[in-house]
């Protein structure tokens, strides 16, 4: 079963931590999960106006395959994330 992130309390301590210096958000991509467009723009709107630095990790296979159920992103997937998240 997929479990829900409370992302609120998370943008309030980021909110918190960033009134003093930058805040390291480091967001791993998997391929078709969280990797689209939307994804994108609603990361966009959650960390506009906060003091954040953001690094995009994409998922790195380990190559077990059925015990590997996520998918490394496509290249020009990253690219078209990173675009439209950064663009707004």
Not at 9 to 16: A, D, E, H, M, R
Not at 42 to 62: A, D, F, Q, T, W
Not at 77 to 85: E, G, Q
Request: proline share 2%; net charge negative; aromatic share 10%.
């Amino acid at each position: 079963s997929e479990e829900e992130f409370d992302f609120g309390g998370l943008i309030s301590g980021v909110q918190t931590k960033s009134n003093r210096r930058k805040v390291l958000i480091e967001y791993v991509m998997l391929s078709g999960l969280n990797d689209t467009v939307e994804c994108g723009h609603e990361l966009g709107n959650l960390l506009r106006g906060r003091s954040v630095v953001v690094n995009l990790i994409p998922y790195n296979s380990m190559g077990n395959g059925e015990y590997d159920k996520f998918k490394e992103p496509k290249e020009e997937d990253l690219i078209k994330f990173r675009t439209d998240c950064f663009a707004r």
